[in-house]
């Protein structure tokens, strides 16, 4: 095995460094990065969505979120491929790319305000799901929220990528008991999902939330840090092209079962939504969801609810946290520990929430924030991904380039439609 694999990220052949190892096709073992990322479509920010757009619109937008978890898992695959392929991340491609100084620099900014304005959503949702579990002030939530999520980083830091994917998917099964629960309570109707499944909207206010179910499901952070964890879980792809496209193989694989997960939790989330609390008041809000729920299906079931949110948040911070840092590292090539960075982002969470501000408002601001920062990631990746430069015989088909710029246009224009409808209303 060669000592090194020559990558050709900026048009000039570069000598990276590689560490040999075997890789074994044994499914499960080249399993995992993207159960890790998949959790960023878990985040309190969907639950807030698809439980909103179920209470008030019933089965009608069924199809986006069906819509949406298929556009998901062309661009994380797209995102993994980049890391399993080169060796790298979104975000050090991106570095080496962009030669000015100043128009890197921007870049970053951008990204590293989408993944603050990310972290800050989950940081609040877990702060939410401590004080409904628990009566646990807010602040004092969010502090230990973020706290548990410094425990969850160190194991990735001292125990490597593997140790911390097993935690996050023993969060990923709380996640789905506890969003899933009620549909086996109560069950919804199979003539409304069906009906759902046809593409329509009833007036402004479910276009909206069908861009915030798409915003909050397609983030520009997942994109960024599915392709490190590729990248982090085989750090030593080996030059030949049958293990290249075994791993890619079981990348998709990997997609595929996060996808259809992350996919059936979200829809769950709207069903019950749809079949149990159409036209109840507050739903918008994680409290009044919690309080709804556990005044239709029973106090169990509100707790699971609350259990599920709590995973949700304590999981999809870690991750968010993972992104920013690789975010800065990639664009401005400073490592900063994923603590130090840990301890920083968390000081806007935690103002957010000492001075009293409405946690809902702050998830929708936080939606906002991601529907700017979406096109940054996007738009690169499929344009990399696409080129033979960088993935050499592994770029993209043209059917597979095509539907990318498809569904970046239309991810984009909806996120436009959003932004456009909250400044107007």
């Not at 409904?132 to 230990?144: A, Q, R, T």
């Not at 009620?182 to 409304?192: E, T």
């Not at 019950?272 to 299906?297: C, F, P, Q, R, Y």
């Amino acid at each position: 095995m060669p000592k090194s694999a020559r990558i050709e990220e900026t048009g000039v052949d570069q000598e990276v460094p590689r560490r040999g190892i075997r890789v074994p096709w044994t499914g499960l073992s080249l399993l995992g990065p993207a159960l890790v990322a998949g959790v960023a479509y878990l985040d309190p920010g969907n639950v807030a969505s698809n439980m909103t757009a179920g209470a008030r619109y019933g089965y009608l937008l069924v199809w986006v979120v069906l819509a949406g978890n298929v556009m998901a898992w062309l661009i994380q695959y797209l995102s993994a491929k980049l890391g399993v392929v080169t060796g790298r991340s979104l975000p050090e491609v991106l570095g080496a790319r962009i030669r000015n100084p100043w128009a890197r620099r921007a870049y970053w900014l951008q990204a590293e305000l989408v993944a603050m304005a990310t972290d800050i959503a989950e940081v609040l949702g877990g702060a939410v799901a401590l004080n409904l579990l628990f009566g646990i002030p807010l602040l004092l939530g969010g502090v230990i929220t973020g706290t548990v999520s410094i425990v969850l980083l160190a194991v990735h830091s001292r125990r490597g990528a593997r140790h911390f994917e097993f935690v996050i998917i023993g969060l990923m099964a709380l996640i789905v008991v506890g969003f899933v629960a009620g549909l086996v309570v109560a069950p919804p109707d199979p003539a409304g999902v069906v009906g759902g499944m046809l593409p329509r909207f009833a007036d402004s206010g479910s276009v909206l939330l069908a861009a915030s179910i798409l915003g909050a499901t397609i983030m520009p952070h997942a994109i960024y840090a599915h392709s490190a964890l590729a990248r982090d879980r085989f750090p030593a792809t080996v030059s030949r092209s049958h293990s290249i496209r075994t791993l890619l193989t079981a990348t998709r694989w990997d997609v595929t079962i996060a996808m259809l997960i992350a996919g059936s939790v979200n829809l769950a989330i709207l069903l019950v939504a749809a079949a149990n609390l159409a036209g109840v008041e507050g739903t918008d809000s994680l409290e009044g969801a919690h309080a709804a729920i556990t005044a239709n299906l029973g106090p169990l079931i509100g707790t699971l609810f609350a259990v599920g949110l709590l995973a949700s948040g304590l999981a999809s911070t870690s991750v968010g946290a993972y992104a920013g840092a690789e975010i800065m590292h990639g664009l401005l090539t400073v490592r900063i520990p994923l603590l130090a960075r840990r301890l920083v982002t968390l000081i806007p969470a935690l103002v957010i929430l000492g001075v009293g501000f409405d946690p809902t408002l702050a998830l929708v601001l936080s939606q906002v924030v991601l529907s700017f920062g979406i096109p940054f990631a996007l738009i690169p990746l499929v344009a990399l991904t696409a080129q033979r430069r960088t993935l050499g015989e592994h770029a993209n088909r043209r059917l597979t380039t095509f539907l990318g710029i498809l569904f970046s246009v239309l991810i984009i224009a909806l996120n436009a439609v959003l932004l456009w409808l909250v400044a107007t209303g």
